[in-house]
């Protein structure tokens, strides 16, 4: 189905930097979110994010502080002419919002991954007219986030973007939620002129994954970012290790390259992302095989066996050769990564048998 869009109409654009949307991972206390807010408008901000309810992967986290938020919110706006926005997952989240006068809304990764919830946040919200940006569900389904976005888009929202939130994996790695950019590319090739935001914060997890997240969003022509910004990231009662104050989120946005995003450059640039996640992938896979290859080490020092048995060495250089060939590479660069992969398993299970 093809998605029935319009601009989203946020902010009036300079061109010099993308669109931007800022804020707290949540709204704590008043205090908190004015602050945080007048910063932020002050370095030229125009769209204020906070959360007012969160969701928590186990109970006794905080919860975000519920409607009471919603004032502070319309504080921001008054105080500072920002748009405000949050997150909403239910019925009763889209009709606070919509009495309070909220800007605009998100969806989170979470109420994406579940139709029923889209489907009750799309029926609260038919024959209104708000922006909605849909983010990816936590896991990599390129289907079901389009899923969301044409059961809002049905419900009569046209002014539809997505924000690209990184994928959920079961070990923690590098990146708290892994970018997976082809997803987003694809989605972008399926539904053209749908805008993208990318979220650097929850993809990275960490202040210092921001502004290369950040440019790497720019490099593939993402319309926009949403950044967590606290007044006092350290503080922060949800998602402290990723925030950064205003005035960091200043210096990464004006240190960001905006190129001129033409065909070519945008989507080799599209391949090298690939190409980089590839390569990471292999790394981590390589990681994998030398920890078993040291249990073994550990197993065979136990038994007074040799670390090197000639015949299922010649049996994996075989099969992975034949292997190769069947996959469209020679037989022979295969047999070299694997002699390379082998002697720095020996290596490893040498050391273990010299502990
Ligand atoms: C958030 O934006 O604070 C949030 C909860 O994000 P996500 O749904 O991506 O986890
Ligand atoms: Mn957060």
């Given at each position: 189905?093809?998605?029935?869009?319009?601009p989203l109409?946020?902010t009036?654009q300079d061109?010099k930097?993308?669109?931007v949307?800022a804020?707290p991972c949540?709204?704590?206390t008043?205090?908190?979110?004015?602050n945080?807010?007048?910063?932020?408008s002050?370095?030229?901000?125009?769209l204020f994010r906070?959360?007012?309810?969160?969701?928590?992967?186990?109970?006794g986290?905080?919860?975000?502080?519920?409607?009471?938020?919603?004032a502070?919110?319309?504080q921001?706006?008054?105080?500072?002419?920002?748009?405000?926005?949050?997150?909403?997952a239910?019925?009763?989240?889209?009709?606070?919002?919509?009495?309070?006068?909220?800007?605009l809304?998100?969806?989170?990764?979470?109420?994406v991954?579940?139709?029923?919830?889209?489907?009750e946040?799309?029926?609260?919200?038919k024959?209104?007219?708000?922006?909605i940006?849909?983010?990816?569900?936590?896991?990599?389904?390129l289907?079901?986030w389009?899923?969301?976005?044409?059961?809002?888009?049905?419900?009569?929202?046209?002014?539809?973007?997505?924000?690209?939130?990184g994928?959920?994996t079961?070990?923690?790695?590098?990146?708290?939620?892994?970018?997976?950019?082809?997803i987003?590319?694809?989605?972008?090739?399926?539904?053209?002129?749908l805008?993208?935001?990318?979220?650097?914060?929850?993809?990275?997890?960490?202040?210092?994954?921001?502004?290369?997240?950040?440019?790497?969003?720019?490099d593939?022509?993402?319309?926009?970012?949403i950044?967590?910004?606290h007044?006092?990231?350290d503080?922060?009662?949800s998602?402290?290790?990723?925030?950064v104050?205003?005035?960091?989120?200043?210096?990464i946005?004006?240190?960001?390259?905006?190129r001129?995003?033409t065909?070519?450059?945008e989507s080799?640039?599209?391949?090298?992302h690939?190409?980089?996640?590839i390569d990471?992938?292999?790394?981590?896979?390589?990681?994998?095989?030398?920890r078993?290859?040291?249990?073994i080490?550990?197993y065979k020092?136990?038994?007074?066996?040799?670390v090197v048995?000639?015949t299922r060495?010649?049996?994996i250089?075989?099969?992975r050769g034949?292997?190769?060939?069947?996959?469209?590479?020679?037989?022979?660069?295969?047999k070299d990564?694997?002699?390379?992969?082998?002697?720095e398993?020996?290596?490893?299970?040498?050391?273990?048998?010299?502990q």
């Amino acid at each position: 189905m093809e998605l029935n869009l319009t601009p989203l109409n946020l902010t009036d654009q300079d061109n010099k930097r993308p669109i931007v949307i800022a804020g707290p991972c949540s709204a704590e206390t008043e205090e908190q979110v004015m602050n945080t807010a007048t910063q932020l408008s002050k370095k030229g901000v125009k769209l204020f994010r906070a959360g007012i309810w969160k969701p928590r992967t186990k109970p006794g986290g905080f919860e975000g502080v519920g409607e009471p938020g919603l004032a502070w919110l319309q504080q921001v706006q008054k105080e500072t002419g920002m748009k405000v926005c949050t997150e909403v997952a239910t019925h009763a989240h889209v009709e606070a919002c919509l009495k309070a006068g909220v800007d605009l809304l998100w969806i989170g990764a979470r109420t994406v991954a579940n139709p029923f919830a889209m489907q009750e946040i799309a029926d609260t919200l038919k024959g209104v007219d708000i922006p909605i940006l849909v983010k990816n569900p936590v896991n990599p389904d390129l289907e079901l986030w389009i899923g969301g976005l044409e059961r809002i888009n049905q419900a009569g929202i046209t002014r539809l973007g997505v924000i690209h939130r990184g994928f959920s994996t079961y070990e923690k790695k590098l990146y708290r939620n892994l970018p997976m950019w082809h997803i987003p590319i694809e989605l972008r090739r399926r539904c053209p002129g749908l805008p993208i935001f990318g979220d650097p914060s929850h993809i990275g997890g960490k202040r210092e994954l921001v502004a290369p997240l950040c440019q790497q969003a720019m490099d593939l022509g993402f319309d926009g970012l949403i950044v967590e910004s606290h007044c006092n990231p350290d503080a922060a009662w949800s998602d402290a290790s990723q925030q950064v104050t205003p005035d960091v989120l200043d210096f990464i946005l004006d240190k960001l390259v905006i190129r001129k995003i033409t065909e070519t450059t945008e989507s080799l640039s599209a391949l090298r992302h690939q190409i980089d996640e590839i390569d990471n992938s292999l790394i981590e896979l390589m990681a994998k095989r030398m920890r078993i290859s040291r249990e073994i080490g550990e197993y065979k020092r136990q038994h007074d066996m040799t670390v090197v048995q000639t015949t299922r060495y010649t049996e994996i250089l075989d099969k992975r050769g034949a292997q190769g060939v069947l996959c469209g590479m020679s037989s022979d660069f295969i047999k070299d990564v694997f002699e390379s992969i082998h002697e720095e398993s020996v290596r490893q299970q040498i050391e273990i048998m010299n502990q």
